[in-house]
């Protein structure tokens, strides 16, 4: 077990360009989530997915971000016209979702987004 | 929604003395309880949860209280080490339904334990 991955792990880029983030979940984990995490808070969720159905989003998902988990494996959160309140770490964390303990997530190292 | 007050956010203790940290959640329907550590530039790491049909859990040196009356819940780290030293979460979420599975989290303890 290789445990959640993330890349890339660090991104800066200019404000108006597009960003695209990569999260590999756990071998079989059935439920995928975004958080966002912000300095000196705790991660705040942005969407999650069963298999590769996107059932939650939170309000705080612009229309300029958008989540897909295409075969129900990997998924990707693209950021589109980055604004500097953006910048965050993005954390990624997966549940198996079908057996004990299916609500334990797991998160990853997370990507850590800078907007200049 | 859920909302997570956690409580203190610094937290500074001698080696071998005990460090608490305190949650109270908003949702009574909230029915799973997370404790997270988080170190620096890292993800957090869950290290030890509770269910709300349970009242205590402990793990070694680490333990969880939940009082689902009053609605809140609390981690216990005894004969603290330095390398207990990191930022802790709590969090509370929804179990057993198909839409569940987020979770809310408290804004973080820094704890630092001195040699």
């Known amino acids: 077990d290789t445990g959640v991955s993330q890349n890339p792990r660090h991104k800066i880029t200019k404000r108006g360009q597009n960003v695209t983030f990569r999260c590999d979940p756990i071998?079989?984990?059935?439920?995928l989530y975004w958080y966002r995490q912000t300095l000196g808070q705790g991660p705040e969720f942005l969407t999650y997915f069963q298999n590769e159905a996107q059932l939650e989003k939170s309000r705080l998902l612009s229309d300029r971000f958008s989540a897909e988990r295409p075969k129900g494996s990997f998924s990707t959160l693209e950021i589109q016209r980055t604004e500097q309140g953006d910048s965050a770490m993005y954390l990624c964390?997966?549940?198996?979702?079908?057996?004990?303990?299916?609500?334990?997530?797991?998160f990853g190292p997370g990507t850590r987004l800078l907007v200049l | 929604g859920e909302n997570v007050e956690q409580h203190p956010s610094t937290l500074s203790v001698q080696e071998g003395d005990s460090a608490v940290i305190k949650c109270t959640y908003s949702?009574?329907?909230?029915?799973?309880f997370p404790w997270y550590k988080q170190e620096l530039g890292k993800g957090p790491q869950l290290i030890i949860d509770?269910?709300?049909?349970?009242g205590e859990k402990k793990d070694q040196r680490i333990a969880v209280t939940l009082n689902k009356t009053a609605k809140h819940f609390s981690l216990h780290i005894t004969e603290t080490q330095p390398e207990d030293s990191a930022v802790y979460f709590c969090?509370?979420?929804?179990?057993?339904?198909?839409?569940?599975?987020?979770?809310?989290f408290g804004d973080g303890t820094t704890l630092t334990v001195k040699p």
């Open positions: 509770i269910r709300s049909n349970v």
């Open positions: 964390a997966s549940s198996t979702g079908t057996h004990r303990p299916k609500e334990t997530q797991y």
């Open positions: 969090a509370a979420s929804l179990r057993g339904n198909t839409n569940a599975g987020k979770s809310t």
């Open positions: 071998s079989e984990h059935n439920r």
């Open positions: 949702d009574s329907a909230s029915n799973y």
